[in-house]
């Protein structure tokens, strides 16, 4: 499976962004889908994931309540709104594919896209 995230960019702090991770060479049904984050010097970091039965949603206490994660299936693609933008989500946000384990961890995920640069302004 190969996963291509996009929608980065340059946002005021308040704003909001939504990234697209788009596959291919597989259907992303038959996996739990999440987006994880890297800010400079820190480690991957997980944000949010969206699970392949019941759509059932699991989000970082950071992010609880301004992030909200979903999938198209039809259309092969996850997505992560972003609305509040705060200086502290400036990151490379990752998309990733697990078919079994821990969500939350990134070591579990079998695939990733190659990234995408958010950037809030203060």
């Known amino acids: 499976v190969q996963l291509q995230a996009s929608g980065g960019g340059l946002v005021q702090a308040g704003g909001s962004l939504r990234l697209s991770c788009a596959a291919s060479g597989g259907r992303i049904s038959a996996y739990g889908m999440g987006w994880f984050r890297q800010a400079p010097g820190k480690e991957r970091a997980f944000v949010a994931a969206i699970m392949w039965t019941h759509d059932s949603t699991h989000y970082a206490d950071s992010v609880k309540g301004r992030f909200t994660i979903s999938r198209d299936d039809a259309k092969n693609t996850v997505y992560l709104q972003m609305n509040n933008l705060k200086p502290e989500d400036t990151a490379v946000y990752y998309c990733?594919?697990?078919?079994?384990?821990?969500?939350?961890?990134?070591?579990?995920?079998?695939?990733w896209g190659q990234g995408t640069l958010v950037t809030v302004s203060s």
């Open positions: 990733g594919a697990i078919a079994a384990g821990t969500v939350r961890d990134a070591n579990d995920y079998d695939y």
